[in-house]
């Protein structure tokens, strides 16, 4: 159980690297977010199968991330059809 733990701190570790040395795209971005919170719901369900026994919690944590990944893809969808990339970069600059 140890060493699950310590896989998924690892796996944690190399998810937040990788959110922040992609931030180029935003379509990189969101699949990061997105494996960060696949990790996350893991150690959520991993504490309350050992101590709290309460799944409701897992259930509300995963209609945020449905919620928060819609909103990220329109975004970029919306993004895509007003600029013609994703780069965040060009949004700074298309700025008034």
Known sequence: MNLFILVLMFMLFSGVLFYIFNFNHLLMMLLGLEYLLLILSLLFLLNLM??????????????F????????????????????????????????
Not at 50 to 63: N, S, T
Not at 73 to 88: A, E, K, Q, S
């Open 50 to 63: 050992m101590f709290i026994k309460q799944y409701i919690l897992l259930l509300v944590f995963f209609i």
């Open 65 to 96: 991330c449905i919620s928060e990944s819609v909103l990220g893809l329109t975004i970029l969808i919306l993004m895509v059809r007003m600029y013609g990339n994703d780069y965040l970069k060009s949004l700074m600059v298309l700025q008034c």
